[in-house]
């Protein structure tokens, strides 16, 4: 079974009011850019908020254009118990 493609909100509500949700969606998209075809990559906040199903590796920490600080990169996976 492959792993399904989702978009999944990390902000909170408070961040999002706040201007925050432009920026994840910017990241998101500049992290997603980087995906090799059948690869799903996400960020920090993913991986604190996903269930059990997935696992996930830790492949880089990059600079993102327009951001200044650096961002870790992580490929998901489904959870070989979930397999």
């Known amino acids: 079974m492959g792993m399904p493609r989702a978009d999944r909100k990390t902000g909170t509500k408070d961040a999002r009011r706040n201007g925050q949700d432009g920026r ?3 990241i998101a998209s500049r992290v997603a850019a980087r995906s090799a075809a059948g690869e799903v990559l996400v960020t920090r906040p993913v991986v604190e908020r996903a269930g059990p199903h997935l696992d996930f590796e830790r492949v880089a920490e990059v600079r ?3 951001f200044s600080e650096s ?3 992580f ?3 489904q959870s070989e118990e979930e397999e």
């Open 64 to 66: 993102l254009k327009g």
């Open 71 to 73: 961002t870790e990169v």
């Open 24 to 26: 994840d969606v910017n």
């Open 75 to 77: 490929l998901a996976r």
